[in-house]
């Protein structure tokens, strides 16, 4: 037994998951010191869908904002979220592009990058892992939890010995869902403890109001660390307030070491934030609630809310219990794959298609991704696919049964000639690889209003142009 280690959610993963990940900088900044002061195992600020979100919403370069953490952070460790050969895209790519891009972060100020892969397809984690240990970073393989009747403690104790085995310097439950109960998670955990040497750390959500017990089940079972968010933007589908779990082992074997004290300032900047976010409607309440049915459907939040949009796009609203049982289905048929980014919307939009049109057949129109998932486009599905049902979705279509990335040709030279017209640091080729068309928009946004910024300071020093 020993002290338990806390993550902090509160920069990154928390308001991906109640305020669709529009914090910015500037509302972040005036806490930075403070929370660098609470003596936190590390602060997870960057990575998942924030990079996307900066760029697309907030007018805002994503590099900065790291560059801009790290120098008011100075003794927490920083960690991010990457989606192995995705980076934090939605296709694979290149090894260059991936090398470079861990390269980049560390070198911009992460200390700890969790990687993880949709499918649990190790090959998928193999460029990021090197690239992260030659870097000096530290290598935190998650496992992308699930439950179905082909996944088992056994089989993800034995995904983490792979882990391990190529280089991880600690393991992540990654349950984005809320779907760990309490005694699964102890079992688990004892599970993973007897087969890797590595730490290990629990991230799961309180969508299905489980969280804190799953936490507390584990810390018994001996998980080293576990991910929290500040309570001002914690429960629903974010995660367990870090006071309670502070509160809750003060005092134990596990007592965290935190200071309640200096938490609740922290607390206080955020509860201001959470405020203005209700105000605005960017907090939607739907999403503080507990929804039990995540249990029932393993339907993360994001994918629900997905369900939603596109049945009442297409006039059906009323065939949301129907499109429910069959994502159930639909994964089933695809090989049981967790229900993460980019599966998750590849399994629900076609359980759409086959509710929408069920007249014609189930599977009678079939998205390009999901036939591209069925092929091995994205890796090895957790259960073998059958074989009848895979010759329907993609007839006489060869199998790709290698790693994928292994037929992508190098891209960072294109990538220096296509950002070449824009690029003002290194990092712009980057964020042109990942978001083409949304970087191009931001690049123009950010010359206008540096010519603005400089017009106006001429203006100023009484300079004209002639």
């Not at 869908?49 to 370069?61: K, M, Q, V």
């Not at 499109?323 to 629900?348: F, H, K």
């Amino acid at each position: 037994m020993s002290k338990v280690l806390i993550t902090e959610t509160v920069l990154r993963d928390a308001h991906q998951s109640l305020a669709a990940t529009r914090m910015t900088t500037e509302e972040m900044l005036p806490i930075l010191e403070e929370m660098d002061k609470v003596g936190y195992y590390s602060l997870e600020a960057w990575g998942g869908a924030t990079f996307d979100a900066c760029l697309r919403f907030l007018n805002e370069d994503p590099w900065e904002r790291l560059r801009t953490i790290r120098n008011h952070v100075k003794n927490t460790k920083l960690q991010m979220l990457f989606r192995g050969q995705n980076i934090l895209g939605y296709r694979h790519y290149a090894d260059d592009v991936v090398e470079y891009f861990v390269q980049k972060s560390i070198a911009n100020g992460i200390d700890i990058i969790r990687i993880f892969d949709a499918l649990n397809d190790a090959r998928n984690l193999e460029t990021a892992i090197k690239a992260t240990i030659k870097e000096g970073g530290h290598v935190q393989a998650a496992i992308s939890y699930t439950t179905s009747p082909f996944h088992t403690n056994e089989g993800f104790a034995q995904y983490a010995k792979q882990l391990e085995d190529m280089g991880a310097h600690s393991i992540c439950i990654k349950d984005m869902s809320g779907l760990l109960k309490p005694y699964e998670a102890y079992q688990l955990v004892k599970t993973l403890k007897s087969t890797v040497k590595i730490p290990i750390q629990l991230h799961t959500h309180y969508t299905a109001g489980l969280g804190s017990m799953t936490l507390l089940k584990a810390i018994e079972a001996g998980v080293d660390a576990v991910d929290t968010a500040i309570s001002p933007l914690a429960m629903g589908t974010s995660h367990t307030p870090t006071e309670s779990i502070v509160s809750t082992l003060q005092g134990t074997p596990y007592d965290t070491g935190l200071s309640l004290e200096q938490l609740d300032v922290v607390a206080k900047h955020f509860t201001t934030i959470r405020e203005r976010y209700l105000a605005s409607g960017l907090i939607d309440p739907k999403v503080l609630k507990v929804d039990v049915n995540a249990l029932r459907y393993q339907v993360p939040g994001g994918m629900l809310s997905n369900l939603i949009s596109q049945l009442k796009m297409a006039g059906k609203s009323d065939k949301l219990d129907e499109v429910l049982e069959e994502v159930a289905n639909v994964r089933r048929d695809a090989g049981y794959p967790p229900l993460v980014t980019p599966t998750s919307q590849i399994v629900g939009t076609q359980a759409v298609n086959n509710v929408l049109f069920a007249e014609e057949g189930r599977y009678s129109r079939v998205t390009k991704e999901f036939r591209g998932l069925i092929r091995g486009e994205y890796g090895k599905c957790p259960a073998p696919v059958d074989d009848a049902f895979r010759q329907k979705i993609i007839g006489d279509e060869q199998v790709i049964d290698y790693r994928p990335a292994n037929k992508i040709a190098p891209e960072l030279e294109s990538l220096r000639k296509r950002v070449a017209p824009y690029r003002e640091q290194e990092e712009d080729l980057l964020s042109l690889a990942l978001f083409e068309q949304v970087a191009i928009k931001f690049f123009e946004w950010r010359k206008q209003k540096k010519y603005h910024l400089d017009k106006n300071a001429d203006a100023a020093n009484g300079v004209h142009a002639i």
